[in-house]
C-alpha cells in the first residue's frame, strides 16, 4: 500500500521568509496529492493540490510541485504570515471522492513575529 | 463549498457509556465516507471507509464491534463508540467526497469531535 513520509516535522520560520515542506510517496499509483491545514482543534482543511500531470501549481503565495518520477512533492509558502502557523499535512491518493488518503506525519510550522 | 459538519464537537462520558457521532454533508450527497482518528500531535489514522446502504470496510486493527458505523442515507454517516473507554479518548474526523460515479473531486473534512473518556 500507500507510505507518505513527511519532513520536517517541526519548522520556524522568521514572518516573511519562506517555509517549505517535502514529502514523498511510494505508490508510483497515486495521482493526487492534497496538502491539507491543521489548526488546533479543528479539522484539516484543503490548501492546494495538484494532480500527477501537473508539475506545478500556485495559489497566491503558497505552491506545490511535483516530481513524479522521483515520487517527491513539496509545499512552498512564501511572505509567512502569522496566520501561517498550523500543523500541515501531505496526502496521497487517487484522484477519487471515494479513495483512500494517506497522510503524512504533519509538519508544525510556526511563525517567528 | 462543500460542507461537512460533525456533531457533537466535544463530548465527555463516562467509561463504559457508548457514544454516537454524526457526520454529515450539508450541500451535497456523499456515496462514501471516511472516519478518521487523530491523538495527540500525530497524524490522521483511517478507521473505517462508510459507503451508503452497505457495510463499512474497517482497517486492520480496527475494532468492528468497538466502532458502529451507519451509513443510512447520502448526507448521514454516524459512528458509534460502544462502551467507551479512557483509551478511546481522541479526536474523530469524518470526510466525504461529492463521490458518485464522477469520481471526480475531492474529499471534505468535517469540523471533529473530541471524545474524552473519564
Known amino acids: 500500500g500507500e507510505n507518505v513520509e513527511q519532513h520536517p516535522s517541526t519548522l520556524s520560520v522568521q514572518e516573511g521568509d519562506s517555509a517549505v515542506i517535502k514529502c514523498t510517496y511510494s505508490d508510483s499509483a497515486s495521482n493526487y496529492f492534497p496538502w491539507y491545514k491543521q489548526e488546533l482543534g479543528k479539522g484539516p482543511q484543503l490548501i492546494i493540490d495538484?494532480?500527477?500531470?501537473?508539475g506545478e501549481k500556485k495559489d497566491q503565495r503558497i505552491a506545490v510541485t511535483l516530481n513524479k518520477t522521483a515520487k517527491h512533492f513539496s509545499l512552498h509558502i512564501t511572505e509567512t504570515q502569522p496566520e501561517d502557523s498550523a500543523v500541515y499535512f501531505c496526502?496521497?491518493?487517487?484522484?477519487?471522492?471515494?479513495?483512500?488518503?494517506?497522510f503524512g506525519s504533519g509538519t508544525r510550522l510556526s511563525i517567528r513575529p | 463549498g462543500a460542507v461537512v459538519s460533525q456533531h457533537p464537537s466535544r463530548v465527555i462520558c463516562k467509561s463504559g457509556t457508548s457514544v454516537k457521532i454524526e457526520c454529515r454533508s450539508l450541500?451535497?450527497?456523499?456515496?462514501?465516507m471516511f472516519w478518521y482518528r487523530q491523538f495527540p500531535k500525530q497524524s490522521l489514522m483511517l478507521m473505517a471507509t462508510s459507503n451508503e446502504g452497505s457495510k463499512a470496510t474497517y482497517e486492520q486493527g480496527v475494532e468492528k464491534d468497538k466502532f458502529l458505523i451507519n451509513h443510512a442515507s447520502l448526507t448521514l454517516s454516524t459512528l458509534t463508540v460502544a462502551s467507551a473507554h479512557p483509551e478511546d479518548s481522541s479526536f474523530y474526523i469524518c470526510?466525504?467526497?461529492?463521490?458518485?460515479?464522477?469520481?471526480?473531486?475531492?474529499?471534505?473534512f468535517g469540523p471533529g469531535t473530541r471524545l474524552t473518556v473519564l
Open positions: 470526510s466525504a467526497g461529492l463521490g458518485g460515479g464522477a469520481r471526480t473531486d475531492t474529499q471534505y
Open positions: 496526502a496521497a491518493t487517487l484522484y477519487s471522492s471515494a479513495s483512500k488518503i494517506i
Open positions: 450541500d451535497f450527497q456523499a456515496t462514501t
Open positions: 495538484i494532480r500527477s500531470n501537473v
